[in-house]
C-alpha cells in the first residue's frame, strides 16, 4: 500500500544522514537545556501557579522534580517515534522531515524558554544559545509546515497554498516591524499566526482524510490526522480561563505536557504497522526494547540530575537570636481588611514579643466582610497562642463612593482561602461592629503612646478622627500600607481608566483624604518600597525548610497558595516589618497628595510640595525583610532554634 508516490530518489542516504546529525545535535542541546533549565522550573508559571491545589501532599521540590520526570517521559516517546521512523530508512522525504520535526519539537514545548544553557562558559554558553533558539524556531515551522502538508510535504491543494505564502507574509512583516522597533509585543499576533496556520492545517487534513478513496488508505494516515486535530483543540480549550486555577490549572498543565507524546506515538504506530512514508515495518519485540531502553536511560537522567537539585536547593536551617525587648512592649493596634497578605502581616504583629497587640479592627470596605473578617481575625489570635486581644468590625461601605474589591476576591478571603483554622473568642465586652469605639478607647486609655497599623482602607481611622479629637494627641505614629508615588498603582486591570492608584487607597478615598489632613503622625508604605519585597519560591523554600511552630507551618501554606507568578509582593507584611524596625527600608519626610474625584485620578498619590507632610518608604532590604519575618513565625520555637 503506498499513499504517497515515492520521491524518485530510490537512495536517500544522505538525507537520511544530514536529519540524523541534526536529531542526534538537537538531543545534545535537548540535554543541556535539561541540566540548566531544572534549576528554573521552580519559577516556571505553570508549575507555580498549580502548586497551591496540591501543597498538601507534596513540598515544592516534590512537585518540580515530578514534573521534571513527567517531561521526561514525555521526552522519551517523542524520541521512539523519531527512532523508529529513521531507523527503517523511509522511502520518501516526507518521513525524513516528520522525523526532524519531532526531533526538534522538544526544544520548542517542553524545555521553557529558548535561554542558553549555563551549563558552559563561553564560546560554548553562545554556541548554546544560537543552537536553542534555531531549534526552537525550526520546530515553529516545521510543525506548521507538516500541518499544511501532511504526509507529502506539499500543500494539500492550491488554496493552502495561498495561506502559506499569506501568512509567511504576515510573519515576515510583523519580524521587521518588531525589529525596527514599530511594534513593541508581537507575541499575541505570533500565537494568533501560528493558530490560524494549525487550525487550517488540521481542517485541510480532515478534509484530504474524507477525500481518500480506500479504507486502507485513510487507515494509514487516520491517527496521525486525529492527533493533529486534538493538538489546537487543547489548546484552545485549556487557553479558557475555565482551567485558571485550582485543580483547573493542575489539569491544564498535565494536559498541555502530555498531548505532546500524541504526534509522535500516531506517526510511529503508522511507520510499525501500516508502512506510512515506505518504512518496513518492525517487530514488536524490537519496537519493545526501543522503547524500554529511552524509558532507562529517562531514568537514568532524572536521578543523576535530582541529586544535584536537591543539594543545589536546599536552603539552610537558621539560628536566630531572640529579639531584644527594652521596656515595656510597643502597644499598637491593628487595622486590616483581612486579605491574604493581611494575615501574615497580623501573625507576624502577634508573634512579635517586642509588641504588644491591643486590639485588631476589620476594615468591612476591604476585602472581608464583617463578619468572616472578625471570625477570621479570631483565628489568627488562637493560632499565635494569644488571648484577651479584642476583635472589631467597622462599617461596610465607604465614606464617599461605591468603591469596592472584586467580589470573587472577597468571597474567597471570607472563607479563609480554604484553610482550616482553630476558632477564638472575643474577650467580654467588645461589641461587634464598634472598631471606632474600640481604637479611641484604647488609645485614650494606654499608658503608652500607641502605633496605629492600617493594612487596609482607612474607613475606621478616619470615622475615628471625625468622631473625636482629643485621642489623637496619644498616638505615637500611624503606619499605612498605601499608594503609589513613583510607580503605576494596582487597581488599573479592574478599573482601566485608572491606572495610578493603590487599591486600599482606591476603595476609600475621602477617608485618606480626611487621615492624611488629620495631623496624626502618618508613615506612608506604598507599592514603591513593596515592589523590593516580591512573594518568591526562594522565600518560601527558605521558611519551609525552616519552622517549628503552627504559625510558621501556617504562614508557608499561604505562602505556597501565592505562588502565582503573576507578581504578588509582601505589602502588609513589609508595612508591619517597618513598624518593628525601619531599618528593613528606607523612609524619608515629604508631602503627599491625594485626589478624591474623578474616577481617572481617584485616590492617585504623588510627592507634591503642596501636599501632607508625612513619612513615606521609597526602598526595602528584602533579605532582611526575610530573615524578621521568618524569625518572627518562628518566635515560640525552643531556645530560639529553628527544626
Known amino acids: 500500500m503506498k499513499l504517497i508516490p515515492r520521491s524518485g530518489l530510490e537512495n536517500l542516504t544522505l538525507a537520511r544522514w544530514i536529519v540524523v546529525s541534526l536529531s542526534v545535535l538537537s538531543a545534545c542541546v535537548q540535554l543541556t537545556a535539561l541540566w540548566s533549565g531544572l534549576d528554573r522550573l521552580d519559577t516556571e508559571w505553570l508549575i507555580v501557579s498549580t502548586f497551591s491545589a496540591v501543597q498538601s501532599y507534596f513540598d515544592l521540590d516534590q512537585y518540580v522534580l515530578y514534573h521534571f520526570a513527567l517531561r521526561l517521559l514525555v521526552l522519551a516517546l517523542i524520541w521512539f517515534g523519531v527512532i523508529i521512523l529513521l531507523a527503517k530508512k523511509p522511502a520518501q522525504t516526507g518521513g525524513l522531515l516528520a522525523a526532524l520535526t519531532l526531533a526538534v519539537l522538544p526544544n520548542l514545548v517542553l524545555l521553557g524558554e529558548a535561554r542558553p544553557a549555563s551549563l558552559f562558559a563561553n564560546p560554548w554558553l553562545a554556541l548554546a544559545a544560537n543552537l536553542r533558539l534555531g531549534f526552537a524556531i525550526s520546530?515553529?515551522?516545521?510543525?506548521?509546515?507538516?500541518?499544511?502538508?501532511?504526509?507529502?510535504?506539499?500543500?494539500?491543494?492550491?488554496?493552502?497554498?495561498?495561506?502559506?505564502?499569506?501568512?509567511?507574509?504576515?510573519?515576515?512583516?510583523?519580524?521587521?516591524?518588531?525589529?525596527?522597533?514599530?511594534?513593541?509585543?508581537?507575541?499575541?499576533?505570533?500565537?494568533?499566526?501560528?493558530?490560524?496556520?494549525?487550525?487550517?492545517?488540521?481542517?485541510?487534513?480532515?478534509?484530504?482524510?474524507?477525500?481518500?478513496?480506500?479504507?486502507?488508505?485513510?487507515?494509514?494516515?487516520?491517527?496521525?490526522?486525529?492527533?493533529?486535530?486534538?493538538?489546537?483543540?487543547?489548546?484552545?480549550?485549556?487557553?479558557?480561563?475555565?482551567?485558571?486555577?485550582?485543580?483547573?490549572?493542575?489539569?491544564?498543565?498535565?494536559?498541555q505536557t502530555l498531548v505532546w507524546v500524541l504526534l509522535p506515538l500516531a506517526m510511529a504506530e503508522a511507520a510499525l504497522r501500516r508502512g506510512l512514508w515506505g518504512a518496513a515495518p518492525f517487530s514488536p519485540r524490537t519496537a519493545a526494547g526501543i522503547f524500554l531502553l529511552l524509558l532507562v536511560s529517562a531514568a537514568a537522567v532524572f536521578f543523576s540530575f535530582e541529586q544535584r537539585y536537591r543539594v543545589t536547593h536546599a536552603a539552610p536551617v537558621l539560628v536566630f537570636d531572640a529579639p531584644v525587648v527594652n521596656g515595656t512592649p510597643r502597644p499598637v493596634v491593628i487595622s486590616t481588611d483581612m486579605a491574604q497578605d493581611d494575615w501574615l502581616a497580623v501573625l507576624f504583629m502577634l508573634n512579635r514579643p517586642d509588641v504588644a497587640v491591643k486590639a485588631i479592627l476589620v476594615d468591612g470596605t476591604g476585602e472581608t466582610h464583617c463578619e468572616p473578617g472578625v471570625r477570621n481575625a479570631l483565628s489568627m489570635v488562637a493560632l499565635a497562642g494569644k488571648s484577651g486581644i479584642p476583635v472589631a468590625c467597622g462599617r461596610e461601605t465607604p465614606l464617599q463612593g461605591s468603591s469596592a474589591f472584586p467580589e470573587e476576591w472577597r468571597q474567597n478571603v471570607d472563607n479563609l482561602g480554604g484553610f482550616s483554622l482553630p476558632a477564638g473568642q472575643n474577650p467580654p465586652g467588645v461589641l461587634t461592629g464598634s472598631a471606632v469605639e474600640v481604637l479611641i478607647e484604647i488609645v485614650r486609655t494606654s499608658p503608652q503612646p500607641v502605633t496605629i497599623l492600617t493594612l487596609g482602607p482607612l474607613t475606621n481611622l478616619a470615622e475615628a478622627v471625625q468622631r473625636e479629637t482629643g485621642w489623637q494627641s496619644r498616638v505615637e505614629q500611624v503606619f499605612i500600607m498605601g499608594g503609589a508615588l513613583t510607580v503605576p498603582?494596582?487597581?488599573?486591570?479592574?478599573?482601566?481608566?485608572?491606572?495610578?492608584?493603590?487599591?486600599?487607597?482606591?476603595?476609600?478615598?475621602?477617608?485618606?483624604?480626611?487621615?492624611?489632613?488629620?495631623?496624626?503622625?502618618?508613615?506612608?508604605?506604598?507599592?514603591?518600597?513593596?515592589?523590593?519585597?516580591?512573594?518568591?519560591?526562594?522565600?518560601?523554600?527558605?521558611?519551609?525548610?525552616?519552622?517549628?511552630?503552627?504559625?510558621?507551618?501556617?504562614?508557608?501554606?499561604?505562602?505556597?497558595?501565592?505562588?502565582?507568578?503573576?507578581?504578588?509582593?509582601?505589602?502588609?507584611?513589609?508595612?508591619?516589618?517597618?513598624?518593628?524596625?525601619?531599618?528593613?527600608?528606607?523612609?524619608?519626610?515629604?508631602?503627599?497628595?491625594?485626589?478624591?474625584?474623578?474616577?481617572?485620578?481617584?485616590?492617585?498619590?504623588?510627592?507634591?510640595?503642596?501636599?501632607?507632610v508625612m513619612r513615606y518608604a521609597s526602598r526595602a532590604n528584602n533579605e532582611r525583610f526575610a530573615a524578621a519575618f521568618i524569625q518572627a513565625m518562628n518566635a515560640a520555637c525552643p531556645a530560639g532554634e529553628v527544626k
Open 139 to 255: 520546530g515553529f515551522i516545521l510543525l506548521i509546515l507538516l500541518y499544511l502538508s501532511f504526509p507529502g510535504w506539499r500543500p494539500v491543494n492550491s488554496w493552502l497554498a495561498w495561506l502559506v505564502a499569506f501568512l509567511a507574509g504576515v510573519f515576515v512583516i510583523l519580524v521587521i516591524l518588531y525589529e525596527f522597533r514599530i511594534l513593541t509585543d508581537v507575541w499575541g499576533a505570533f500565537v494568533l499566526l501560528i493558530l490560524c496556520a494549525v487550525v487550517a492545517g488540521a481542517a485541510a487534513q480532515v478534509y484530504r482524510l474524507c477525500r481518500l478513496p480506500t479504507a486502507g488508505e485513510r487507515s494509514q494516515v487516520g491517527w496521525v490526522v486525529a492527533a493533529m486535530v486534538f493538538l489546537p483543540v487543547c489548546a484552545v480549550l485549556f487557553s479558557s480561563g475555565a482551567f485558571r486555577g485550582g485543580w483547573g490549572a493542575l489539569l491544564n498543565t498535565h494536559v
Open 489 to 612: 498603582g494596582n487597581v488599573g486591570f479592574a478599573v482601566p481608566e485608572n491606572q495610578a492608584a493603590e487599591w486600599n487607597l482606591f476603595v476609600d478615598p475621602l477617608a485618606v483624604q480626611i487621615v492624611f489632613a488629620s495631623g496624626l503622625p502618618l508613615t506612608l508604605v506604598p507599592l514603591d518600597a513593596t515592589q523590593y519585597v516580591p512573594v518568591t519560591v526562594d522565600f518560601y523554600r527558605s521558611l519551609q525548610a525552616n519552622q517549628c511552630t503552627p504559625t510558621a507551618r501556617f504562614a508557608g501554606e499561604v505562602i505556597g497558595s501565592l505562588l502565582t507568578g503573576e507578581g504578588l509582593y509582601f505589602w502588609d507584611g513589609l508595612t508591619a516589618a517597618l513598624l518593628v524596625d525601619e531599618s528593613i527600608g528606607v523612609i524619608q519626610e515629604g508631602r503627599v497628595s491625594v485626589e478624591t474625584a474623578p474616577l481617572a485620578r481617584q485616590a492617585v498619590t504623588r510627592l507634591d510640595e503642596d501636599g501632607y
